[in-house]
């Protein structure tokens, strides 16, 4: 079991393009959460989905989009980048309890 | 709304020398307190659940207890190793999502 993979491990942006990121899970885990982790901020919940089909705004979802075609595809779609998004991005899956997570995107916006 | 805070921020420890981290919890009903561990430039890496009041869970050097209203992971005689940063988070009843505190960044000198 690869667990959760993330592409890409780095991206530089300019300001206004836009991007996706990639997460996909091997455990068929329903749950599927997308985070950003900023220096002394702890991690942040952008989006969430508890199964394909259905997804739903986390505390920080301004400037994101997601969606949930399958089980073990769940990409984050950033439209118009600005500088605030620079940061870390990782993926999680989860089946009932603890929540597994990919090793990161870390996404410089300039 | 849930909060964790954990404690101290930083906490610089010699090899061999035990110590605990705190981390003190509100939550509406607590599901499960989660211990993850992580190194610089990667993903969170689940170490310990907790389910209720009284628990205690180990790993190697590592303890989780649960109180009501706090966590603490105690580590004994610690490695250099063992130098990560430790983050905790609190799950209510209800909620697919977590709430994470900001973490406790432990350095072991050798």
């Known amino acids: 079991n690869a667990g959760v993979t993330q592409t890409p491990k780095f991206r530089i942006l300019k300001i206004g393009q836009s991007m996706t990121l990639q997460c996909t899970q091997d455990m068929n885990h329903n749950y599927m959460y997308w985070y950003r982790q900023d220096p002394g901020m702890g991690l942040k919940l952008i989006y969430y989905?508890?199964?394909?089909?259905?997804?739903d705004k986390g505390e920080v979802p301004n400037g994101y989009n997601v969606s949930r075609s399958t089980t073990e595809d769940f990409p984050l779609r950033l439209e118009l980048a600005a500088p605030s998004q620079t940061s870390v991005y990782f993926c999680?899956?989860?089946?009932?309890?603890?929540?597994?997570f990919g090793p990161g995107t870390r996404l410089t916006v300039l | 709304e849930d909060q964790v805070t954990q404690s101290p921020e930083a906490l610089r420890l010699q090899e061999g020398e035990s110590s605990s981290l705190n981390c003190s919890y509100t939550v509406s009903g607590l599901r499960g307190l989660f211990w993850y561990r992580q190194d610089p430039g990667k993903g969170p890496e689940f170490l310990f659940t907790?389910?209720?009041a009284g628990e205690e869970k180990e790993k190697e050097r590592l303890k989780a207890t649960l109180t009501k209203k706090e966590s603490f992971l105690h580590i004994t005689a610690p490695k250099p190793e063992d130098s990560a940063t430790y983050l905790c988070a609190v799950q209510a009843f209800g909620n697919e999502k977590l709430t994470f505190g900001t973490g406790t960044r432990l350095t072991i000198i050798p």
């Open positions: 907790l389910y209720s």
């Open positions: 989905s508890v199964g394909a089909g259905i997804t």
């Open positions: 999680a899956s989860s089946g009932y309890n603890e929540q597994f």
